[in-house]
C-alpha cells in the first residue's frame, strides 16, 4: 500500500497486488544412462536393474520438483520414481522420465533400455 501526504495534509492511498509467475521449466541434469543394451540376467529371462544409474535427476528454479517414470514397451510400467528393482523383459523399453515443478511446468526426457539373450 502506498499512502502520500501532500503539505496542507490531503492524502490519498493506494493497495496493488503483485503476482509472480514461475513460467521456468525444470532442468534436466541427467536423463538416466541414456540407450542401453543389456542380457538377461542369469537363468533369468529378463534384466533386474539394481541399481539408480538409469534414473533421470533435475533442478528447478523453485526447490519442489517431481521425477517420475512411465515405461512402455517390452515393460510397462507408470509412476516410478526409480528404475532400481524394476525388472524389464527382454526386448525394447522405452523410458519416458517427466520432470514437473509446483506451478505446472514440465519437461521430458527418454532413451530405450533393450534387453537381449545372448
Request: aromatic share 6%; charged share 10%.
Amino acid at each position: 500500500m502506498w499512502s502520500v501526504t501532500d503539505t496542507s495534509g490531503n492524502s490519498v492511498t493506494c493497495t496493488y497486488d503483485i503476482t509472480v509467475i514461475d513460467n521456468i521449466v525444470p532442468s534436466v541434469l541427467n536423463c538416466g544412462a541414456g540407450d542401453q543394451t543389456v542380457n538377461v540376467d542369469a537363468n533369468e529371462c529378463n534384466y533386474t536393474q539394481n541399481t539408480t544409474a538409469w534414473d533421470a535427476t533435475a533442478s528447478d528454479n523453485c526447490t519442489d520438483i517431481t521425477i517420475t517414470a512411465a515405461l512402455s514397451g517390452a515393460t510397462t510400467a507408470t509412476g516410478l520414481t526409480t528404475l532400481q528393482g524394476v525388472d524389464f523383459n527382454t526386448g525394447i523399453t522405452t523410458v519416458l522420465w517427466s520432470v514437473t515443478d509446483t506451478s505446472g511446468n514440465s519437461v521430458t526426457c527418454t532413451y530405450d533400455i533393450t534387453v537381449i539373450t545372448t
